[in-house]
């Protein structure tokens, strides 16, 4: 009953603010066409304004949920049109608070002690309220000033049913409007519950928190705020306090002499540091999250806070990322073209100049542009939605890589107009890809994967001799048994067993003094074996 109810507020909502009329009613199916005429939406009037500020006031008196929907799908810049994206992105996440005595109760209950034995100090008054949680300001017994940020009560069951009646509108959207496949609004919303329910668990958040200060400690780019393990629990999260300037306050940042360039471009170096480097990006880096330690005017550093979103790419995203970027910072469309092809982003099916052609044709007008005035997130949205085209699967990682991008460069741009990202961006991204492929760093994994691999070195003579006996036939359903590949399985043993001796020679520099003793008539036996069983070409 409260699920049916909920949804006639939807779709009362939705009257009021006239949303049937972003859909083009002539391209629907004779049914929902039907429906949409018998449905009373057609009485009200349409609200004077544009198409997606009446979406946005929408989301925002659906509640907080919609609302965070909203900011989400804010950042599907290639699913969504310029001005609803724009508008969805004004979308405020400001709640009115719950009541001190309701946060003190699931404090004491969460961490098992009265909020007096936990606290010198401890303000009722929440600082600031959101859709999921919010905060109080608290001082420890020690003395140091803190930020208890505590969850919202019974917002779980809240979040779930709406998140059922999102899916049931997105299958509707799927089903029956015509671009409903091209929207993908089932893995829209798919990628929204992820989000959203890891933000109910603050423990999460304070160790991703905690991993974020590790990555930077020491470093004058950010910090990232303390977490105190004994304060925190699973819908209470204890961190420092932290004092710093809003970085959208540039009137202060002015007034205070700060290196706006500076600033500007050590965000993006702390984009690529966190995508390239560790593979462990804030993903929610919007201003409400960013503040400026400008005790330093000369040498100002951000300070990042509420680390509920992170992103990870894995290591062949990471390296086919980096040479995407280079690969359009030189203008080498076949390469990008290629390279979707090869790291699996499109179908292994797709004619590459096709693709060359599609990319051509939505970077060369950007390049024409003065190179400050190139968006490079923006450049990213188009050849996302250029490739989607082209059956694109879209990966949430790269989803949250995009808005986080789009994010860096338009703080960037806020504090320094004339940033050229693409200047700030390449040097690091070049300087990235040598020290991956240096003979340093190649050493480093073989040390690294050395364990693994000696591990399996008793096991390789049983998995040649397997290969070898069973590697003689491969049936095929259509034409019964037939000769299979078997030079191929013996090229791989033979790889398998160069890499393994590989592996004892640095894991075990001490093995060479053995090396050195052995017959050269067992290293002719050696070479023959391997030149055995590596494959022939036909």
């Known amino acids: 009953m409260s699920r049916s109810l909920r949804l006639l507020t939807i779709f009362r909502v939705v009257g009021r603010y006239r949303l049937d009329l972003l859909l083009d009613h002539s391209n629907l199916p004779p049914l929902p066409r039907t429906a949409f005429k018998l449905a009373p939406w057609h009485l009200h009037p349409v609200p004077d304004m544009p198409r997606g500020e009446r979406l946005r006031r929408a989301l925002e008196e659906l509640g907080p949920v919609f609302v965070k929907f909203g900011q989400m799908l804010s950042t599907r810049r290639d699913l969504l049109p310029e001005d609803i994206a724009d508008e969805l992105a004004r979308l405020q996440d400001a709640v009115p608070p719950f009541p001190g ?209 992170i992103g990870s790419l894995s290591d062949s995203d990471q390296y086919y990322l980096a040479r ?88 960037g741009r806020q504090l320094y107009p004339d940033l050229n990202l693409w200047d700030t961006a390449q040097p690091f991204l070049e300087q990235w890809m040598a020290e991956r492929y240096s003979p340093q760093s190649m050493l480093q994994k073989l040390q690294r994967q050395a364990p693994s691999w000696l591990e399996q070195l008793p096991r390789v003579p049983d998995l040649v001799l397997h290969q070898l006996e069973h590697g003689t036939t491969e049936r095929n359903p259509a034409r019964g048994s037939r000769p299979s590949r078997p030079r191929t399985l013996s090229g791989r043993s033979a790889a398998g067993l160069a890499a393994l001796a590989a592996a004892v020679v640095v894991a075990r520099p001490q093995a060479l003094d053995w090396l050195a003793e052995v017959p050269l008539a067992s290293w002719a036996l050696v070479a023959a074996g391997l030149a055995l069983l590596w494959p022939r070409r036909s």
């Open 101 to 309: 005595e309701q946060a003190v109760a699931i404090i004491e209950k969460s961490l098992g002690q009265p909020v007096a034995d936990l606290f010198a100090s401890f303000d009722p008054e929440p600082m600031a309220s959101a859709s999921v949680a919010q905060v109080h300001a608290a001082t420890l017994a020690s003395g140091e000033s803190v930020v208890v940020k505590v969850l919202r009560p019974d917002i779980e069951p809240v979040i779930r049913q709406d998140l059922a009646l999102m899916f049931i509108l997105a299958r509707l959207v799927e089903r029956f409007l015509p671009f409903g496949r091209r929207l993908r609004p089932v893995e829209v919303v798919k990628d929204y519950e992820l989000v959203v329910l890891d933000e109910l668990d603050l423990g999460r958040e304070a160790a991703n928190a905690s991993q974020l200060r590790r990555n930077f400690e020491d470093s004058p780019l950010v910090y990232v705020p303390r977490v105190y393990w004994d304060y925190s629990a699973h819908n209470v999260f204890t961190m420092e306090r932290i004092k710093g300037i809003p970085v959208t306050d540039v009137k202060t940042l002015k007034e205070l002499d700060v290196d706006l360039k500076l600033l500007a471009e050590r965000g993006v170096e702390i984009f690529f540091t966190q995508v390239l480097r560790d593979s462990f990006f804030h993903a929610d880096m919007h201003p409400g999250n960013i503040f400026v330690d400008a005790s330093n005017p000369a040498d100002p550093t951000y300070i990042a806070v509420d680390c509920a979103i």
């Open 324 to 411: 995407n970027l280079l690969a359009i910072f030189h203008r080498d469309y076949r390469e990008v073209a290629q390279l979707h092809v090869e790291c699996g982003w499109v179908p292994a099916d797709t004619r590459v100049q096709d693709f060359e052609a599609a990319m051509r044709a939505v970077c060369e007008p950007v390049f024409e542009r003065p190179i400050s005035e190139i968006s490079f997130g923006q450049l990213l949205v188009y050849l996302f939605r250029t490739a989607s085209r082209f059956d694109m699967e879209v990966q949430p990682s790269l989803v949250l890589l995009q808005k986080t991008l789009l994010n860096i460069e338009g703080l």
